[in-house]
């Protein structure tokens, strides 16, 4: 797998939440086709996408250079804080304090948080469409 397809393949791996009442939280949707959050790079994002979905950046690297910042970004609309919240706990399960090991092709990379790791923004154009925005480091163990 190449190092696109793995963070690809990661990203789209966060679930896709919905509004439990019985909790009065966020759970995880199971009983629709769709049940991860669709996963976007942030240069091609449909025009047709709807929210919730995450976008994030890739930057490439190989053994020995520097750790590559990414960013991700999750998407709601929203009138409150908690849909945004849930999913940001989501991604910090997926990406936990000590990082993750994925494996591509030529070796594998491990994915880490960033500082900060996340921070609340708000569309300026519309106040229900809110946003986190997440620090990611990435570092390759490829030869290439």
């Known amino acids: 797998m190449t190092k696109e397809a793995a963070l690809f393949s990661f990203f789209s791996s966060l679930p896709k939440l919905e ?11 199971e009983n629709e086709e769709e049940t991860n959050l669709p996963a976007y790079v942030n240069t091609a994002v449909p025009d047709n ?6 976008t994030y950046t890739v930057l490439i690297g190989a053994f020995g250079e520097p750790a590559c910042s990414l960013t991700v970004n999750i998407w709601c609309r929203t009138t409150d804080e908690a849909e945004p919240n849930a999913y940001a706990r989501e991604l910090g399960k997926l990406i936990p304090r000590g990082g993750v090991l994925l494996h591509c092709d030529g070796g594998g990379m491990r994915i880490y948080r960033g500082n900060p790791w996340c921070q609340s923004l ?9 946003r986190r925005y ?11």
């Open 19 to 29: 509004y439990d009442k019985d909790s009065g939280g966020h759970a995880a949707v």
């Open 49 to 54: 996408a709807k929210l919730p979905y995450l």
């Open 122 to 130: 708000v569309d300026d154009t519309d106040r229900t469409i809110k």
């Open 134 to 144: 997440f620090n990611v480091e990435v570092e390759y163990i490829t030869e290439e």
